[in-house]
């Protein structure tokens, strides 16, 4: 990292203060507060509903990712005077105080925050839908304080990781490099870049973001290069040279300004010939336009009569999981049908891929919810909190819990199992499991079946940032042991999430009280 490294990072994390949040979330705690119940200890959850759906394709996991950045969040917020006096200045349509003295001498207390312990999945890790991906339990206020910034820290990056993820799954070991700033959410594109090297893209175009991550930016250049060179008369070869001159080591060229196969590719080897004379290799091609598929056999054709074997061949414009797989299908065909191997062709290419990525094009929200799961009560043991809907789904698995991944014979991911905090995942040899949400769903599972069951969620606190190679493989891992159904990128298989026998029927307990007080009062 440059000298400049440290004051990029700072500058490029502190994107969110103390009051970001919503507007009720304030409402609420200055209820607990007014009431007496604002250190009430209490658990919130968060999870989301289900994976993306992009309309042609769907995802079968969702990656983790936001974890780092919530908690650097956490151990830095700090309620200052200025903040204070914000909300003390707030007046309700009848020119009363929206906060009180009470709830704002709260607020202002040092350490407000200090008190929250966070269990989490490990960052970069597979997750899916109802399953606690973070645990958040500390004094009531403080943790409702939290639920806004904490979605907003966690849904866009885990929708961008997935999606990140299932490009990287398409191209087949080629590399895919990030190019979304331009069209992405303002300044939400550091977290959304960020994202996308957790699920495997090799680096990022941006440069403030490369540096602050610990990456080498990466580009080529763009229309206007050339452009300008043909309008001062030295046309598409002057443009190449001019760029070779300043990056001889690092020399890609877009070809497609004028005419890809007619003069792009042939000038670019004119200038790769001239890179080579001078002890110089250069680094490869970009095709921005045109059906990529057919151009980019016809490319590496051109350049391997030329010599340039391992030249790379960047594809880029408008590209996701499904336009990359269909072009390494169209490459099969055409190679097949010009007697070439498609192998080395598919080998040499590089993905850039912007606006489908930082936008996750088709699926632009992930439903991640916070909700309260438990409460301290009147005695100081832990009540189970619920919410009852007509939609089963929005009905959320009470009172706090543990989570296991099982793996069958195969080392294979098959069931994420979710259970009450005081249990074991096989209390005997066979458990009877049931579905999340739908009642009447349930399955038997054997302990023999199973050849390594993993507790997911761990206790997280902030510390020094864990590298994005780290991450990365953290992710990778985790996808090489989902099923290959699971990972399929249109209807996939579903994985299985399951809850156990108490978690059911407490549930199932909760929800029918619930409903009965709920008549009980409308009666009366």
């Known amino acids: 990292m440059t000298a400049l490294g440290p004051e990029i990072v700072e500058r490029w994390t502190a994107t969110r203060g103390p009051l970001f949040t919503d507007m009720y979330e304030l409402a609420m705690a200055q209820v607990y507060v007014t009431q007496g119940i604002s250190e009430r200890r209490s658990q919130f959850d968060y999870f989301f509903r289900s994976t993306p759906d992009y309309g042609t394709h769907q995802a079968g996991f969702c990656v983790s990712a936001g974890l780092g950045p919530l908690l650097d969040w956490l151990a830095h917020i700090h309620i200052t005077d200025a903040h204070v006096q914000a909300l003390s200045a707030m007046k309700s349509p009848t020119g009363t105080p929206v906060f009180g003295a009470e709830f704002l001498d709260w607020l202002r207390e040092p350490d407000r925050f200090a008190g929250i312990e966070i269990r989490a999945v490990a960052e970069g890790r597979v997750v899916h839908p109802h399953v606690p991906v973070i645990s958040v339990t500390g004094p009531l206020a403080v943790c409702q304080l939290l639920e806004t910034s904490l979605l907003n820290h966690m849904n866009y990056p885990t929708l961008i990781a997935t999606k990140a993820a299932r490009v990287v799954q398409s191209a087949r070991g080629g590399r895919v490099l990030e190019f979304g700033m331009r069209r992405g959410p303002a300044t939400g594109v550091n977290e959304g870049i960020r994202a996308a090297l957790i699920g495997g893209c090799a680096s990022t175009s941006n440069v403030e973001a490369a540096i602050a991550l610990g990456r080498q930016p990466i580009g080529t250049h763009a229309h206007a290069l050339v452009q300008a060179y043909m309008a001062l008369g030295h046309g598409e070869l002057g443009a190449f040279r001019a760029m070779a001159l300043n990056a001889p ?244 298989h579903r994985y299985h999430v399951s809850i156990t026998d108490r978690l059911h029927e407490l549930r199932r307990e909760l929800v029918a009280n619930a409903r009965s007080e709920e008549r009980v009062d409308r009666s009366s």
């Open 249 to 492: 080591d690092e020399c890609i060229l877009l070809v497609d300004t004028v005419d890809t196969l007619g003069s792009g590719v042939p000038n670019a080897i004119v200038v790769f010939d001239e890179l080579r004379a001078a002890g110089h290799e250069p680094m490869g091609v970009r095709l921005d336009s045109g059906d990529l598929a057919y151009l980019a056999v016809q490319t590496a054709k051109l350049l391997d009569e030329a010599g340039y074997p391992d030249v790379s061949i960047v594809l880029s414009s408008d590209l996701d999981e499904l336009t990359i797989w269909q072009i390494l299908t169209q490459i099969g065909d055409d190679a097949d049908r010009l007697g070439i191997d498609p192998a080395p062709i598919r080998k040499r290419l590089v993905y850039g891929v912007g606006t489908r990525l930082i936008t996750s094009h088709g699926s632009s929200a992930l439903n991640g919810v916070y909700k309260l799961v438990g409460i301290e009560g009147d005695d100081g043991e832990w009540t189970p909190a619920i919410k009852i809907s007509e939609d089963p789904g929005k009905v959320p698995l009470p009172a706090r819990k543990s989570v296991w991944r099982l793996y069958d014979q195969r080392g294979a991911a098959i069931v994420d199992l979710i259970g009450l905090a005081d249990e074991e995942p096989f209390p005997t040899d066979s458990i009877t499991v049931h579905h999340p949400t739908q009642s009447g769903i349930a399955q038997i599972i054997r302990r023999d079946d199973i050849s390594h069951i993993e507790e997911l969620q761990g206790l997280v606190t902030h510390g020094p940032a864990e590298s994005m190679d780290l991450l990365a493989l953290r992710c990778e891992s985790d996808i090489e042991r989902l099923d290959v159904g699971v990972r399929r990128l249109v209807n996939p």
